[in-house]
């Protein structure tokens, strides 16, 4: 079986649904696809042991015609959609993308915002968007809150959510997104926390991602003025994926100064996948308190599980599964809430044993999602499309 992904970031460029590719096609090849990562960008090509393309001229005009041409070179079977609005530069032609070709299609929607179009046309977008969803073969969602999101049952007061008050039919997969970082050997801990800038009486605070005004990293930042000097925060990676995600973290530097907290946050910048593992294990606490709620959309959840990181989020807005249970898994705060999160940090801070509870429920959990698990059940839908266009055909 022959599959073509395409997304649009993908590494070095740093960015989950970059790292999530990765690890979808050495988890597909590694079961017996042939995986063509097709993408756009400056970066190596790559044949083995799986192909990655930079043949995507732009995500304008051009990209239908790119992607036909590497479909029939590769002889793809399934064309795959890595689909997260902002990385296609709000541009429509994605959305129009499955109409285009003669190979069924597959589309993972890693958020359901909207494309901006031009200011009054919202109609337009709820429109593009709806193309994409209903001319793409199969509907692939990554977490419990979109899939409730197209069965009707969770309606968004966000105007640029796509939601529907019907299911969409037939309905969308569920298949949930893996860690993105693995757990790497770690020689000295002690030694990465003097680099970092601890010492024996420091707790450090860590942040995984992108700069973005949902992750709640200036909560984050806030709360550093409620707790003791020894608290330091370390932003790992840090970096922007948009400009109105380079105006929040312009917005946060001012917020950092202004409080006078450059001495307590140490940014590392971008990170290899085994530079993160490391950075990840050397932390005594993580803060992730997303402003829509924790989920396992998110990639930095996951790989601060996996890594048993104790780690304070915000509450799901639909339920999840496995649940995430306060004190027993994590530390729930509700968002934009910097003193209940400051006083978070403390708890944790005073009791190992609460942080150890959590370190192991949070290997628990990530242990559910396996890639393993993940790559079989993208197969089962390829073969599931496959077989279905054998029998139209007949």
């Known amino acids: 079986m022959r599959i073509l992904l395409l997304t649009a970031e993908y590494l070095p460029q740093p960015g989950g649904v970059g790292d999530y590719t990765a690890k979808l096609a050495e988890a597909l090849t590694a079961i017996g696809c042939q995986v063509c990562v097709l993408t756009a960008g400056e970066g190596p090509e790559q044949t083995e042991p799986w192909l990655v393309w930079r043949r995507v001229r732009g995500w304008g005009r051009k990209l239908h ?83 409730s999101r197209l069965a009707g049952d969770a309606p968004s007061s966000n105007p640029d959510i796509y939601t529907l008050t019907q299911p969409l039919e037939p309905p969308a997969h569920l298949i949930p997104i893996g860690a993105n970082i693995e757990v790497a050997p770690l020689a000295d801990r002690e030694q990465l926390r003097q680099q970092l ?78 530079e993160v593992s490391r950075t990840l294990q050397a932390l005594d606490c993580a803060a992730l308190p997303f402003s829509d709620g924790a989920s396992y959309r998110r990639g930095s959840l996951l790989a601060m599980l996996a890594h048993g990181v104790p780690t304070i989020t915000t509450p799901p807005h639909v339920p999840i599964d496995p649940s995430l249970r306060h004190e027993r898994d994590v530390l729930l705060v ?16 005073a009791n190992p044993e609460l942080c150890q509870q959590l370190s192991q429920a949070g290997k628990r959990i990530a242990s559910s999602f396996r890639w393993e698990t993940i790559a079989q059940l993208h197969q089962t839908l390829y073969q599931q499309l496959l077989a279905n266009q054998s029998i139209n055909h007949e």
């Open 334 to 349: 509700e968002p934009e809430d910097a003193i209940n999160l400051a006083l978070a940090v403390e708890q944790l801070a």
């Open 197 to 274: 800038g601890a010492t024996a009486e420091t707790v450090l605070l860590g942040y995984f991602g992108l700069l973005n005004s949902t992750k709640g990293v200036h909560t984050i930042v806030e709360s550093l003025q409620y707790l003791p000097a020894t608290t330091r925060l370390v932003i790992i990676g840090g970096g922007t994926g948009s400009s109105e995600d380079e105006a929040y973290a312009e917005q946060l530097r001012a917020t950092i100064s202004r409080l006078e907290l450059e001495q307590r946050i140490h940014w590392t910048g971008y990170l290899s996948a085994g």
């Open 65 to 147: 015609q790119d992607v036909r041409n590497a479909a029939k070179q590769f002889e793809a079977d399934i064309v795959h959609i890595q689909y997260q609005t902002g990385a296609y530069a709000m541009k429509p032609a994605v959305n129009l993308l499955p109409a285009a070709l003669s190979q069924p299609t597959v589309v993972t929607l890693h958020d359901l915002r909207m494309p901006y179009l031009a200011p009054k046309v919202a109609p337009l977008r709820r429109y593009v968007t709806r193309l994409l969803i209903e001319n793409a073969n199969a509907v692939v969602v990554t977490n419990a809150e979109d899939e």
